[in-house]
C-alpha cells in the first residue's frame, strides 16, 4: 500500500529562520512524483514545489527546497527565511505514474513567529 | 488570483440530492483535475481529465462522476448525496496532461449537506 506521512501536526519558526518540513512515503512504483502544496487559513490551495523519482537534483522554487533522500523515502520540505505570510497548513502528496493514483499526507501546520 | 475560477462558491443541500459543481480552467490548460477536502478523509485526488479525456481516476464514488467539455470546462456531478459528502472540493489546472506540470487550484465549493 501506498502511504504518505507527516508526523509533525503543528511546528513554530522564527521569522527569518529557516523550516524543515517532514514528509516520508511508502510505495512499490519506480516512476513516481512528490509534491508539496501550501494552504493558507484563507483556504486556497497552492502548489509550491515538485521532484521527479528520477530527478537527480533536489527541487528549488524560490525559498523552497525538496530536500529528497530516495533511499530513506523522504522528500522534506525546507523553507528558507521564514515570512509571517508562510504561516499555514503544508501537504505532502505523492503520485504514481499517469496520476493512476494520488496520496496526501494529513499536513503540517506552520506557524511563523515575529 | 489563480485564473481557475468555480461556481458556486458555497451550496447547501439536503441528503439524497443532486448537485453540479463547475470549474473553468486556466487559458490554455489542458488539464483539470478534482479534489475533495473534508475533516473526516482529509485531502482526496478524485478524477484528471485531459483535453477532454479521462486520464485517471482516484478515490472518486461510484455517486460522482465528472466532464470536461469541448471548450475544457468541467463539471463535477455529486447525486444520492449523503452527510459524508460534505466538504470543500477544489478543481485545479495545468497546461500539460502529466503529473510534473504545475497546477493552479481554484477557489473550491463549499458543499453543505444536511
Known amino acids: 500500500a501506498q502511504k504518505i506521512t507527516q508526523t509533525q501536526p503543528g511546528m513554530f519558526v522564527q521569522e527569518k529562520e529557516a523550516v524543515t518540513l517532514d514528509c516520508t512515503y511508502d510505495?512499490?512504483?519506480?516512476?513516481?512524483?512528490l509534491f508539496w502544496y501550501k494552504q493558507p487559513s484563507s483556504g486556497e490551495m497552492i502548489f509550491l514545489i515538485y521532484?521527479?523519482?528520477?530527478?537527480?537534483q533536489n527541487a528549488t522554487e524560490g525559498r523552497y527546497s525538496l530536500n529528497f533522500q530516495k533511499a530513506r523515502k523522504s522528500a522534506n520540505l525546507v523553507i528558507s527565511a521564514s515570512q509571517l505570510g508562510d504561516s499555514a497548513m503544508y501537504f505532502c502528496?505523492?503520485?504514481?505514474?499517469?496520476?493512476?493514483?494520488?496520496?496526501f499526507g494529513s499536513g503540517t501546520k506552520l506557524n511563523v513567529k515575529p | 488570483d489563480s485564473g481557475v475560477t468555480q461556481t458556486p462558491k458555497h451550496l447547501i443541500t439536503a441528503t439524497g440530492q443532486r448537485v453540479t459543481l463547475r470549474c473553468s480552467p486556466r487559458?490554455?490548460?489542458?488539464?483539470v483535475y478534482w479534489y475533495q477536502q473534508s475533516l473526516d478523509q482529509g485531502l482526496q485526488f478524485l478524477i484528471h481529465?485531459?483535453?477532454?479525456?479521462?486520464?485517471a481516476k482516484g478515490n472518486i464514488l461510484e455517486r460522482f462522476s465528472a466532464q470536461q467539455f469541448p471548450d475544457l470546462h468541467s463539471e463535477l456531478n455529486l447525486s444520492s448525496l449523503e452527510l459524508g459528502d460534505s466538504a470543500l472540493y477544489f478543481c485545479?489546472?495545468?497546461?500539460?496532461?502529466?503529473?510534473?506540470?504545475?497546477?493552479?487550484f481554484g477557489p473550491g465549493t463549499r458543499l453543505t449537506v444536511t
Open positions: 485545479a489546472s495545468s497546461v500539460g496532461g502529466t503529473w510534473n506540470y504545475e497546477q493552479y
Open positions: 510505495t512499490s512504483d519506480q516512476s513516481y512524483g
Open positions: 521532484q521527479g523519482s528520477y530527478d537527480e
Open positions: 502528496a505523492m503520485s504514481g505514474y499517469n496520476f493512476n493514483k494520488f496520496y
Open positions: 487559458s490554455g490548460d489542458l488539464s
Open positions: 481529465y485531459y483535453n477532454g479525456e479521462e486520464r
